[in-house]
């Protein structure tokens, strides 16, 4: 049993006619699949909103129809561009039983050290990536914990992300997620130090040559 769950009606109001619907609090949506007939749906405002608001798009969620439970995807919400309001939810009735892609947000967990003491600064990759995986493994999001991050040019990749099995990665394994760099001030203090090193000992070395120089005209 899914973890969220929505009751629909059926719908026979379409068209202009489910400005009808909208009054009443309810919202029109339907329903499609490789295994079921299309089906036109009519949901409480309320209760639609919530499960939307904590399922997203990959999450599976228990629509009871009438009385009858089908696990779906929401796929497409269609929202009034001035208010917000939900106008149309399409859901899919995957085959639970074959892999679908979905785009699946990553979020970083924890601080580098590095980054807190601002002896590095953090570089960030994609907000999401793609996963390839039954339904029933989908994700809402990746954590990727940052705190490994100790040391100056360490990096999380794609590669290492802790999913589980059965779950495969489209992106490209090498593909950077966060990496720990020098700050530009401290590169750019190292360069001067460097610099004046390099200019210390080019000094030396002249000051050396001049003293040899004396030495033979005496």
């Not at 001035?82 to 990553?106: Q, T, Y």
């Not at 002896?119 to 994700?139: A, D, F, R, V």
């Amino acid at each position: 049993m899914a973890e969220f769950s929505l009751k629909a009606e059926a719908r026979t109001i379409k068209g202009k006619k489910v400005s009808q619907l909208r009054n009443e609090g309810k919202v029109p949506g339907t329903v499609y699949g490789p295994n079921i007939e299309p089906q036109k749906l009519a949901m409480d405002y309320r209760e639609l909103e919530i499960t939307l608001r904590n399922a997203g798009g990959t999450n599976v969620i228990d629509l009871d129809v009438n009385g009858s439970s089908v696990p779906v995807l929401a796929r497409e919400v269609q929202r009034s561009v001035i208010k917000g309001d939900i106008l149309h939810v399409d859901f899919l009735a995957p085959d639970m039983n074959k892999k679908i892609r979905a785009d699946v947000r990553i979020q970083l967990v924890g601080q580098s050290p590095l980054v807190v003491s601002r002896k590095g600064i953090l570089l960030t990759g994609p907000n999401s990536i793609q996963l390839e995986m039954l339904p029933s493994n989908l994700l809402n999001k990746v954590d990727v914990d940052i705190t490994i991050l100790e040391n100056i040019g360490d990096t999380i990749s794609v590669k290492d992300l802790p999913l589980r099995e059965g779950i495969t990665v489209i992106n490209d394994p090498e593909e950077m997620i966060a990496k720990v760099v020098q700050p530009s001030a401290a590169r750019a203090a190292e360069m001067e130090a460097a610099l004046a090193a390099a200019e210390g000992e080019e000094g030396e070395a002249t000051e050396g040559e001049g003293e040899e120089t004396e030495d033979g005209e005496e």
